[in-house]
Antibody, heavy 122, light 111 residues
């Protein structure tokens, strides 16, 4: 059973970099076949895809965040990470890591972490 | 404002059926067959409910089904149960934005 778990600081100061890590168990990031993604949800709002990374470390980012976001992979630890620079209060959200399944009908998110609340505040 | 438009809320009584719409455009639903649906309960992560070709992951009852017509997609729930009360999101890809996109979500209330 694949499980994902987000970790990192729950409080980030404005202008600083928001950094989160997702630890994957039950699946190997070395095996390929899936991409790995970050999705956020502002309080009381809908979902926003931030970007994802392939097992070969190819990255795809939401153009609305491209200048500030970076996703990386650490296969030795079976983890992938999110960095979001120049944080503002508008980045306060619940951040989810998820597994991306890519098929003939497009990409979708078939396994999710439980989510981590990150607040940007001084 | 989301590129995919969903009604903010729908409601129904137990046993009846409801349909949730997801309206897009030619750059997303109108072009791509892959429209996906997620279910989210308060305080929990979304869960994949239906895949692009109306496949249901293991454990999802057949009371849930999806369809698509032109630039809109639909989630139909029959035989409503109290446990279906949740938020529902549609998801697709938009070629103009080069981004995976979600609808704004629909809150289902079972009266």
């Amino acid at each position: 059973q694949v499980q994902l778990q987000e970790s990192g600081p729950g409080l980030v100061k404005p202008s600083q970099t928001l950094s989160l890590t997702c630890t994957v168990s039950g699946d190997s990031l070395r095996s390929g076949g899936y991409y790995w993604t970050w999705i956020r949800q502002h309080p009381g709002k809908g979902l926003e895809w931030m970007g994802h990374i392939s097992y070969s470390t190819a990255t795809y980012y939401n153009p609305s965040l491209r200048s500030r976001v970076a996703i990386s992979l650490d296969k030795s630890k079976n983890q992938f990470s999110l960095r979001l620079t120049s944080s503002t209060a508008a980045d306060t959200a619940t951040y989810y890591c998820a597994r991306v399944s890519v098929g003939s009908f497009g990409s979708h998110f078939d396994r999710w972490g439980q989510g981590m609340v990150v607040t940007v505040s001084s | 404002q989301s590129v995919l438009t969903q009604p903010p809320s729908v409601s129904g009584v137990p046993g009846q059926g409801v349909t949730i719409s997801c309206t897009g455009s030619s750059s997303n639903i109108g072009t791509y067959n892959g429209v996906y649906w997620y279910q989210q309960f308060p305080g929990t992560a979304p869960k994949l409910l239906l895949s692009g070709n109306n496949n249901r992951p293991s454990g999802v009852p057949d009371r849930f089904s999806a369809s698509k017509s032109d630039t809109s997609a639909y989630l139909a729930i029959t035989g409503l149960q109290a446990e279906d009360e949740a938020d529902y999101y549609c998801q697709s890809y938009d070629s103009s934005l080069s981004a995976i996109i979600f609808g704004g979500g629909t809150k289902l209330t079972v009266l």
